[in-house]
């Protein structure tokens, strides 16, 4: 069966539109994607010379209600205080940074890599995070606490966009993006620094 001239303009188009997203992604910098279940995420580690700045991202999710959020520091950077002996208990001088329980952070690796934790614990001499770190830690590391700086619905569906500056983190952060789902889910975000 030919298709129609309709077929082929609608086919066209999308192809089109496809092609742009890919390019937009492959042209910003960086590229990082993830799949998961009731979540995919992907956190770019801390731009120390300045901002990180999305320039594109694409997530498809299972869930009728599902959000793409942004996450990026409040501002608060506590240093680890000396090579970490536990994989989820770590030091720090908490004294004036104030991080408390149920704080989202991310734990920044020295040698290049970052990843999102909750505290479930915290005190002036340590923090406790909700999962263990797999890098080895460094007397380098540190903590960043983390809000959410922007967010995109994506609903039961797939949702892209690209921009020069979708969002931007403030200098010396991490950027941390999600999308939950109730089975399947993922996510791509490229991003500048």
Same mark, same amino acid.
């Given at each position: 069966?030919?298709?129609?001239?309709?077929?082929?303009?609608?086919?066209?188009?999308?192809?089109?539109?496809?092609?742009?997203?890919?390019?937009? %992604?492959?042209?910003?910098?960086?590229?990082?994607?993830?799949?998961?279940?009731?979540?995919?995420?992907?956190?770019?580690?801390?731009?120390?010379?300045?901002?990180?700045?999305?320039?594109?991202?694409?997530?498809?999710?299972?869930?009728?209600?599902? !959000? %793409?959020?942004?996450?990026?520091?409040?501002?608060?950077?506590?240093?680890?205080?000396?090579?970490?002996?536990?994989?989820?208990? %770590?030091?720090?001088?908490?004294?004036?940074?104030?991080?408390?329980?149920?704080?989202?952070?991310?734990?920044?690796?020295?040698?290049?890599?970052?990843?999102?934790?909750?505290?479930?614990?915290?005190?002036?001499?340590?923090?406790?995070?909700?999962?263990?770190?797999?890098?080895?830690?460094?007397?380098?590391?540190?903590?960043?606490?983390?809000?959410? %700086?922007?967010?995109?619905?994506?609903?039961?569906?797939?949702?892209?966009?690209?921009?020069?500056?979708?969002?931007?983190?403030?200098?010396?952060?991490?950027?941390?993006? !999600?999308?939950?789902?109730?089975?399947?889910?993922?996510?791509?975000?490229?991003?500048?620094?």
């Amino acid at each position: 069966m030919k298709p129609t001239l309709k077929q082929t303009l609608i086919g066209t188009a999308l192809c089109a539109v496809l092609t742009g997203c890919l390019v937009g %992604i492959a042209l910003a910098g960086e590229t990082q994607y993830a799949t998961g279940s009731t979540s995919a995420a992907v956190t770019f580690d801390p731009n120390r010379a300045g901002q990180t700045v999305v320039k594109s991202y694409s997530a498809t999710s299972d869930k009728a209600a599902s !959000v %793409i959020k942004f996450y990026a520091t409040t501002g608060n950077r506590v240093p680890v205080s000396s090579a970490p002996s536990s994989t989820t208990v %770590i030091p720090v001088a908490n004294t004036g940074y104030g991080l408390t329980n149920s704080d989202t952070v991310v734990y920044s690796h020295a040698v290049g890599s970052s990843v999102y934790r909750t505290l479930t614990g915290a005190t002036t001499t340590n923090v406790t995070l909700s999962s263990a770190v797999t890098a080895t830690q460094g007397a380098s590391d540190a903590i960043y606490e983390v809000e959410q %700086i922007y967010e995109v619905a994506c609903g039961a569906t797939s949702v892209s966009g690209t921009g020069d500056a979708i969002a931007y983190t403030p200098a010396d952060s991490p950027l941390y993006v !999600v999308v939950d789902g109730t089975s399947a889910c993922k996510v791509a975000v490229s991003a500048a620094q």
